[in-house]
């Protein structure tokens, strides 16, 4: 069964420091993989997304996720968090259906 | 393109009554799919549909809820008799399936709560 796991339910990081974002997947074939971000009362926005192809993909806002097949990983980084950053973030996978993960809640200090 | 729009933003109604959220997709896109955020679960897969269709509801909790999507612009959510248990946020979200995948388009949602 396909399932996602974001270990770390709550992050946070200062204003200028970098950010990685972990998610790993269980998945039976080639995954699909997803970042989205949902900031409070808002729905989620797709970040950057894999299907195949270079394993670094970027996104939008100055993010990219690195694929790893080996470890069954796609986390998120961002060398320069800024504070508008803060929200909370869903690792997804999936084809015709996306499972998401249970999301980390990213806080940004000045 | 005015995105996934979803209607009532929030709703409050007591426990026993009959709730209607409704959804209209993006023009265009040929999958609908109806989340539910809640604390406890995070985002779980109810239903969702392909050209109009059900493809999968096997996320839908029990028969108390039901989905139908008449037309390419228009989805339902229907929760009869709604319990305290149902609040949460739901979400539509509207994908056109490009290579092999899906690429959701999330609606703002409708925050639900039971009394």
């Known amino acids: 069964a396909q399932s996602v796991t974001q270990p770390d339910i709550h992050i946070t990081v200062s204003e200028g420091a970098s950010l990685e974002l972990r998610c790993n997947y269980s998945?039976?074939?080639?995954?699909?993989l997803f970042w989205y971000v949902q900031s409070p009362g808002q729905g989620l926005q797709l970040l950057l997304k894999?299907?195949?192809?270079?394993?670094l993909v970027q996104g939008i806002k100055g993010f990219e996720a690195e694929f790893k097949r080996s470890q069954s990983s796609f986390n998120l980084r961002k060398p320069s968090v800024h504070w508008s950053d803060a929200a909370e973030y869903f690792c997804?996978?999936?084809?015709?259906?996306?499972?998401f993960g249970t999301g980390t809640r990213l806080q940004v200090f000045p | 393109d005015a995105g996934v729009i979803q209607s009532p933003r929030h709703e409050v109604t007591e426990m026993g009554q009959e709730v209607t959220l409704r959804c209209k997709p993006i023009?265009?896109?040929?999958?609908l799919f109806w989340y539910r955020q809640t604390m406890m679960r995070g985002l779980e897969l109810l239903i969702y549909?392909?050209?109009?269709?059900?493809?999968?509801d096997s996320g839908m909790p029990e028969d108390r809820f039901s989905a139908k999507m008449p037309n390419a612009s228009f989805s339902t959510l229907k929760i009869q008799p709604s319990e305290p248990r149902d609040s949460a946020v739901y979400f539509c979200?509207?994908?056109?399936?490009?290579?092999?995948?899906?690429?959701?388009?999330f609606g703002a949602g409708s925050r639900l709560t039971v009394l």
């Open positions: 979200a509207s994908s056109k399936q490009g290579f092999g995948a899906n690429v959701l388009t």
């Open positions: 998945y039976g074939a080639t995954p699909y």
């Open positions: 894999y299907f195949s192809g270079d394993t």
């Open positions: 997804a996978v999936g084809a015709d259906k996306l499972i």
């Open positions: 023009s265009g896109h040929d999958y």
């Open positions: 549909f392909n050209n109009n269709v059900p493809i999968d």
